[in-house]
């Protein structure tokens, strides 16, 4: 209960295959392009969930706020113990912490969104290329409050909104209230994912800020958190609206009228997909972690990120 106390009070990725050649330099880090030739585990193990692991050679992991809890439950069946006997430690704040936690040597692998072109140029200045692994499917949603008479917008349209083009609700079709857009601070794996896949070259608007201390005690500008009044609207990963984040108050839009589902996103209707992404740091020799991947990308991995109700891919 404790860490699941955690994981609701704070608030909340390039893709390519793991390969040993075939490089490719993209915006700061070399990124590779071929399927990985994986450690196959033995069937009766992924039907079976036995053992794989023991505490002591689980290899050291991290992932972003939204997959804590997958990754506790991926723990949990690689080792063969109950989920309160886990006493791991994962990032809590921005995943560009976490992207930088593996840049840096801290841990072994992560489980994480998207990583920005800060984190790739970061990499690149430490000399350190990332193996990159779509791992699960990840809708990226819009949310508003309840009671918001809109129930869907176009693509274009939320693109307006985040422009500062559209700025009442009434232009798309709601009430005559000013339109409060909440952003993501930069860094935060919604805030790339925000950039990459929904504004693309358009300018975001510069976001809402409020006053907080600061480590000196001094007030200071921060991007402000979504507070679901009636005329907000803010964004984030499927996955952490529907079940971490869940609550009666808010609801999901849809986006040139589909709705979020696990079936929408499973199956492609629902227009802004992403991915979660495992990452390791190339070219080290490191049994365990492969070990982990494969075991995370088997048939036994993804029934447990399906158990989870998360995405897995096909």
């Known amino acids: 209960m404790k860490k699941w106390i955690t994981y609701l009070i704070v608030a909340l990725m390039s893709v390519t295959i793991v390969g040993c050649n075939n ?13 990985t030739e994986h450690i196959s585990l033995n069937e009766t193990d992924s039907i079976e969930h036995t053992p794989i692991f023991t505490l002591e050679d689980y290899p050291k992991a991290d992932a972003s706020l939204a997959i ?4 506790d439950s991926l723990a949990a069946d690689f080792i063969g113990i109950d989920e309160i006997e886990l006493e791991f430690e994962y990032t809590t704040t921005r995943s560009s912490e976490v992207h930088r936690n593996l840049i840096d040597g801290k841990v072994d692998v992560i489980f994480a ?10 990499a690149k200045e ?7 692994i779509p791992a699960t499917a990840s809708g990226f949603v819009f949310i508003v409050n309840k009671d918001n008479p809109v129930d869907s917008l176009t693509f274009e349209e939320i693109q307006k909104i985040y422009t500062g083009e559209i700025t009442n609700w009434s232009e798309v079709g709601g009430n005559d209230e000013e339109i409060i857009p909440y952003q993501r601070p930069t860094g935060s794996g919604s805030q790339t994912a925000m950039l990459s896949l929904v504004m693309k070259d358009k300018e975001i608007m510069a976001p809402t800020t409020s006053e907080v201390q600061g480590e000196m005690g ?9 507070d679901n009044a009636r005329n907000a609207i803010g964004y984030s990963y499927f996955y952490y609206v ?17 709705t979020p589902s696990i079936e929408t996103i499973k199956n ?11 990452m390791t740091r190339a070219g080290e020799d490191n049994p365990a972690v492969d070990k982990w991947v494969s075991a995370v990308l088997s048939e036994r991995g993804s029934a447990i990120i399906e ?7 096909d």
């Open 23 to 35: 490089q490719e330099e993209t915006n700061g880090i070399t990124e590779n392009n071929t399927t």
């Open 68 to 71: 804590h809890p997958l990754m």
């Open 113 to 122: 969104a998207e990583i920005s072109p800060e984190d790739k140029a970061y």
């Open 126 to 132: 430490q000399g350190v290329e990332l193996n990159i």
């Open 218 to 226: 001094e007030l200071v500008d921060a991007v402000a958190e979504y």
């Open 242 to 258: 529907n079940t971490m984040y869940k609550r009666d108050t808010i609801k999901m839009i849809a986006v040139d009228g589909i």
């Open 268 to 278: 492609g209707e629902y227009p802004i997909y992403t991915n979660g992404f495992i």
């Open 307 to 313: 158990r989870e109700g998360y995405v897995p891919l």
